[in-house]
């Protein structure tokens, strides 16, 4: 038992995470149409330890860090109007960088460890549209588009082994370059 809980585990694992956010939304009424706008600023932070395999001796243990930090804006412009015609044309961008740095270490791992680090971002951007006609009172038509345009680099990032036979510094250090096309 680990204190006081009943496992057979190496270590205690566990996760801390920390969440915070803010956003604001404003509204205008400028006759023919109300014009909205939604601007939100979010960060996540998550600090995680686990014995993987679950038995005394540590196999398989993953350590990580990892955040996310994202800005989103959302403009929208909707008729004031709703019958026979309502209408909203709108356009939305989101920006977002997450990061991670990883441990990967153990005896199944016959001396070595792996260290994983990434960072990447996402740039997002969209405008869209929509109508709602009605045909009859109960009977409403209603069609949109929507283009969409994704963003997303994971411009660098690297994997580090480091071998404990040889010496606690010596690292094979590989460098790893993604490209994706979407």
Known sequence: AISGFDSPAGFASGTRIRAWGVSGK???D?????ITSITSYRHLKNTSAFDVDGRAINLVTLEYDAKSTSFQQEIRLASAATEPLSWQVGAFYLHNVAEQDQYQRGLAFQGTQSHIVSKGPVDSISVFGEAT???TPKTH????L?????????????VDVK?????ATWSGLKLVVRKALR
Do not use: H
Request: aromatic letters at 12%; proline letters at 3%.
């Open 26 to 28: 404003i509204e205008l």
């Open 30 to 34: 400028v006759g023919f149409a109300d």
């Open 133 to 135: 006609y009605a045909i």
């Open 141 to 144: 038509l209603t069609g949109g």
């Open 146 to 158: 929507r283009w969409t345009s994704d963003n997303r680099k994971l411009p660098i990032g690297y």
């Open 163 to 167: 071998v404990c036979a040889v010496d």
